[in-house]
C-alpha cells in the first residue's frame, strides 16, 4: 500500500524522495532581494514603494511559492492536489466574504466583509429615510442669519485665509475626562472635499447616485436646508468616487467646481442656479485622471480656477487658468500651456523689495503638473514661474507663503519640499526682470496632498502619512513621528489638530521639540482625506461615508 510518508519505502521497497526544500528558500530569497531593491530604488518615494510590493514582489513570490508546491517539492501528487484545493478554497471564501472598497493614501486596497452593507448603500437609505422638506427645516432665526463672513467663519477652502490656521479660537485637552460633544453624525454623499461654513449654514460637495450635489447643512442639527443637482458623476479606480474641491462662499453666492468641469454660482441661502460654465470645455481640454480638485478662488470681482490643459498636443493653444466675473460667469481672461494637476488658486500679497520693484505684490499662485506660476490677479500676465516636476506631474498640496519673500512648495512620489526666493535678474540684453531663487531643498518633507502649516521657524505636515517638523531656516527636519496616514491638519494657537486618514482626531503641540500626544478621540469611520474645519468652537468632519460635528469649547 503506497505512503505519503517520504520516510518510508515505497511497496517496490524503493525509497520515497525527500521533500525539496530549496526552492522555499530561492523563492524567499528572491522576494527579499525585490523588496530590498525597490526600497533602495524608490528611496523616499513611498507610494511607488508599496505599489511595487503588493502588486509585484508579493506576488510573484506567492507564485513561485505556488510552482515549488506543484513542480518541485517532490511530495506525493495527491497531497499536492489536496493543497491547492485548500488554497482555491480559502482563496475563493475570501472573495466571497469580502468585497473591495477603495485605496488608501499608499494606493493599498481596502475590503469591508459583504454581509454588512456598503456605505453606499447605508446612506442610500438613509437619504430615502430622512428627505425633508427644506422650508419645513429652516427656522426663522436662520433664515433670517446673514450670509456675510465675519469672524470664527470659514467661507472657503482652508479657511478664511485658505492656510488651515484657526484665528480667535482656543482649545482645552481634557477630552479624556471631558469627551467632546457630538451634536450629530449621519451617512453623506460619496466626495472628497470640505465644508465652507458661514453662521449655522455649512455647504459641501458630495456624489450621490448619476448626480452631484451642493448640499446646504444646518450645523447645528445636521438636517439639509437645499440641494443643487447636476447630472454628472465621477468615479476613479484610485481616487474613488465623488467631487474633491470645497465651495466658495462670497457675497451671498455659492461658487462649486465639480469633478467633471461644471463651475456653479449658487444662491447661498436657497441653492437656485445663478450661472453655470464647463471650465473643461472651456479649457478645450479632457479630465485629469482624478478629476478636477481645484476649489474655485475669488479676488475681487473675479471666480479663478485651475482646469488645466491635459493635453500636451494643445496645450499652448488653449486656455489652462481661467477667470470669470463672478456675478455673470463671463470670461475675463485665461492663461494657457500649463498641465493641470490637483491644488486650487491661493492669493498671495508678497511686499518684498524685489517684488515691489516689479509691481507684482498681488499674485494668484496655480500649483500644478508643471510647478508654480504667479499671474497678475487682473489680468492673467505671468509675473514668474519655476519647474517641479515628479514622475506623474501630480502636485495638489497648497503653496504656503511664508512672508512677504518666501513661498514653499512641496509634493508627493518622492519629490519632496523647497523653499523659494526672489532677486532682480539681468537678462542677455542687460533688461532687468523678477528671478526666482531655491533657497533649500528637503526630500524629508513630502506632502502629497497634505498642505502644511507654518508657525514661527517651523513648518507642520504630513511627510507621507508621518507628521514631520521642518525648519525654514535651514530646511532640515527637527522631528518625525506618529504615523496618521494621509489625513489633514490645523494649526489652533500652539497646537495642530490632526484629522487622520482613520478618521480619528488628535491634539499634538506644535513645537520644534519631539512632542506627545495631547488627546485623541474617534470621530468617523472610513478612510479619510478631507479638510477637517473648525468654526466657533463646533469641528465638523466629513470623508466619502459620513459627516459629523462635534462641540470642542
Same mark, same amino acid.
Given at each position: ?25 530561492a ?16 528611496g523616499?518615494n ?6 511595487a ?13 505556488l ?5 518541485? !517539492? ?26 473591495f472598497?477603495?485605496?488608501d ?14 456605505k ?9 429615510s430622512? !428627505?425633508?422638506?427644506?422650508?419645513s ?11 456675510v463672513?465675519?469672524?470664527g ?8 485665509n ?8 482656543s482649545?482645552?485637552?481634557?477630552w ?7 451634536l450629530?453624525k ?8 470640505a ?10 460637495l ?10 446646504c ?12 443637482a447636476?447630472?454628472?458623476r465621477?468615479s476613479?479606480?484610485q ?8 465651495p ?23 441653492g ?5 460654465r464647463n471650465?473643461?470645455e ?10 478636477q ?19 500636451e498636443?494643445?496645450?499652448r493653444?488653449?486656455?489652462s ?5 463672478h ?12 498641465q ?6 491661493h492669493?498671495a ?7 515691489r ?6 499674485q ?16 492673467g500676465e ?12 501630480v502636485?495638489?498640496a ?12 512641496g ?6 519640499s ?5 532677486l ?6 542687460g533688461?532687468?526682470h ?10 524629508q518633507?513630502?506632502?502629497?496632498f497634505?498642505s ?7 513648518v ?10 521642518? !525648519? ?6 527637527s522631528?518625525?513621528q506618529?504615523r496618521?496616514g ?5 494649526l489652533?494657537?500652539?497646537k495642530?489638530l490632526?484629522?487622520?486618514?482613520e478618521?480619528?482626531?488628535?491634539l499634538v503641540?506644535?513645537?520644534?521639540e519631539?512632542p ?8 468617523i ?8 474645519v473648525l !468654526? ?7 470623508n ?10
Amino acid at each position: 500500500m503506497a505512503t505519503d510518508d517520504p520516510s518510508k519505502p515505497t511497496k517496490d521497497n524503493v525509497p520515497a524522495r525527500r521533500m525539496r526544500w530549496w526552492p522555499i528558500a530561492a523563492a524567499l530569497a528572491v522576494g527579499g532581494a525585490l523588496q530590498f531593491a525597490a526600497t533602495i530604488f524608490f528611496g523616499e518615494n513611498r507610494p511607488y514603494r508599496d505599489w511595487a510590493c503588493v502588486f509585484v514582489i508579493w506576488p510573484l513570490t506567492v507564485f513561485l511559492l505556488l510552482l515549488w508546491w506543484i513542480f518541485w !517539492s517532490r511530495l506525493p501528487w495527491r497531497t499536492r492536489g489536496v493543497g491547492l484545493l485548500i488554497i482555491a478554497v480559502i482563496a475563493g471564501s475570501s472573495l466571497g466574504a469580502f468585497r473591495f472598497d477603495e485605496f488608501d493614501g499608499a494606493m493599498i486596497p481596502r475590503f469591508s466583509p459583504r454581509w454588512l452593507p456598503s456605505k453606499q448603500d447605508q446612506a442610500a437609505e438613509f437619504f430615502k429615510s430622512n !428627505s425633508t422638506n427644506n422650508a419645513s427645516t429652516t427656522s426663522d432665526d436662520l433664515a433670517n442669519e446673514s450670509l456675510v463672513p465675519t469672524e470664527g467663519d470659514w467661507p472657503a477652502f482652508r479657511g478664511p485665509n485658505r492656510d488651515d490656521v484657526v484665528i480667535g479660537e482656543s482649545l482645552r485637552t481634557d477630552w479624556d475626562a471631558s469627551p467632546p460633544k457630538q451634536l450629530w453624525k449621519h451617512p453623506i454623499g460619496s466626495g472628497w472635499g470640505a465644508f465652507a461654513v458661514i453662521g449655522r449654514r455649512a455647504w459641501t460637495l458630495e456624489q450621490r447616485g448619476e448626480n452631484e450635489l451642493c448640499v446646504c447643512y444646518d450645523i447645528q442639527t445636521g438636517h439639509e436646508l437645499w440641494t443643487h443637482a447636476d447630472a454628472a458623476r465621477f468615479s476613479s479606480p484610485q481616487g474613488g468616487v465623488g467631487p474633491c474641491s470645497t465651495p466658495t462662499v462670497h457675497d451671498g453666492k455659492v461658487f462649486t467646481q465639480g469633478a467633471t468641469g461644471i463651475l456653479n454660482c449658487l444662491d447661498a441661502a436657497t441653492g437656485l442656479r445663478v450661472w453655470t460654465r464647463n471650465t473643461l470645455e472651456d479649457a478645450s481640454s479632457p479630465n485629469l485622471e482624478w478629476g478636477q480638485c481645484g476649489s474655485p478662488l475669488i479676488v475681487d470681482d473675479l471666480v479663478i480656477v485651475n482646469p488645466g490643459n491635459n493635453d500636451e498636443a494643445s496645450r499652448r493653444n488653449h486656455s489652462s487658468v481661467i477667470a470669470y466675473r463672478h456675478e455673470t460667469g463671463e470670461k475675463a481672461w485665461a492663461v494657457q500651456g500649463r498641465q493641470g494637476s490637483y491644488s486650487s488658486p491661493h492669493i498671495a500679497t508678497l511686499r518684498g523689495e524685489v517684488l515691489r520693484e516689479f509691481r507684482s505684490e498681488s499674485q494668484v499662485l496655480i500649483f500644478d503638473g508643471l510647478g508654480i506660476v504667479a499671474l497678475r490677479p487682473e489680468t492673467g500676465e505671468p509675473l514668474w514661474s519655476f519647474t517641479w516636476v515628479n514622475t506623474p506631474q501630480v502636485n495638489s498640496a497648497q503653496p504656503l507663503v511664508i512672508d512677504e519673500n518666501l513661498v514653499l512648495i512641496g509634493s508627493g512620489y518622492g519629490k519632496g519640499s523647497v523653499l523659494l526666493g526672489f532677486l532682480a535678474a539681468v537678462d542677455e540684453t542687460g533688461g532687468r526682470h523678477l528671478g526666482v531663487v531655491e533657497r533649500w531643498q528637503s526630500a524629508q518633507f513630502k506632502l502629497k496632498f497634505n498642505s502644511a502649516v507654518r508657525r514661527g521657524e517651523y513648518v507642520f505636515g504630513l511627510d507621507e502619512g508621518m507628521l514631520t517638523c521642518l !525648519s525654514l531656516m535651514s530646511g532640515k527636519r527637527s522631528w518625525k513621528q506618529g504615523r496618521y496616514g494621509y489625513g489633514q491638519l490645523l494649526l489652533i494657537e500652539d497646537k495642530l489638530l490632526i484629522l487622520s486618514e482613520e478618521g480619528d482626531i488628535v491634539l499634538v503641540p506644535a513645537t520644534p521639540e519631539t512632542p506627545r500626544e495631547l488627546a485623541r478621540f474617534h470621530a468617523i469611520d472610513g478612510k479619510t482625506w478631507n479638510h477637517p474645519v473648525l !468654526s466657533r468652537g463646533r469641528l465638523l468632519v466629513r470623508n466619502s461615508d459620513e459627516a459629523a460635528c462635534f462641540d470642542l469649547r
